[in-house]
């Protein structure tokens, strides 16, 4: 098969059950039936009878397709010893066609970074099996669907395996900066009040060489002052690490103050974007 460019399947099971989207690319038009590679499938070979390729009344066939069309079918029948499939064309409504290519697209992007791995990996061609275990530990492993899959997740997954990924890999992953942040409650009833929790975050500022930012989320009347440590950063693991330990000696500083404590109310994390912008805490003991 000339242009058949796909070492590995995209998904842990080797073929499609029936009822299952595929993402088809025709190679031969027949009077009885068009043939067809399954790309997500290691190219293996299905057929679109002619019958099953529109509802509508077919007076030419390139109306509905042609030699290199690639499109979304649905599995009507799976011959598991000749390994052939069965497809129908007419039955996939627009609602699930754009759902399966949104899915194809991020598989496709997977295995494209899987395919570098092994390439820089094996020096050559890209190899099935390696492929293949490369799947298996960090995608399949981790998603049952590849619509809870998370690419971002799965590159920091790859990028933190430094047995498996060279530095080249790394540079082609060019990993987006994502935001971290941290919240501690902080409170003082000693006579310094305040300006001891302003102190405490200039000690911590101070400690950790401006390593992240404060900020001050204002709470409801009563409740304990809320600050956010947080950062920008691709050393997830590391600067969560070092955020989580800055809240700790945040709370065992301002117990030193007479009525201070404090309390983590979030460990360190990717913020997904629900936590309110807030006002950038006073950390000079000018006033």
Sequence with gaps: MSDKQIECRMYKQELPSIGDLVMCKCHEVGDLGSYVYLLEYEGFSGMIATSELSRKRIRSLSQVINVGKVFVGEVINVDTQRRYIDLSKKNVTSENRHTHEEKYHLAKKIQTMIKFIDRSLNKENANKNTMLNVYEEYVWSKYKDYKEANIDFIKRSLSNDTTLLTEACKRFFKLEKQHIVGL???????FEGIDAIKNV???????????????????????????????????????????????KDAIFEIQKYGGGDGAIKQLAKIDEGKIESCVVADTDDSD
Aim: hydrophobic content about 35%.
């Design 184 to 190: 501690v409650s902080l409170i003082c009833f000693g």
């Design 201 to 247: 975050l200039k000690i911590i500022k101070e400690k950790y060489n401006n390593s992240f930012d404060i900020n001050y989320y204002p709470m409801n009347q009563g409740d304990a002052s809320m600050y956010g440590f947080h950062t920008h950063t691709t050393d997830y693991e590391n600067v969560c690490n070092m955020i989580n330990q800055a809240m």
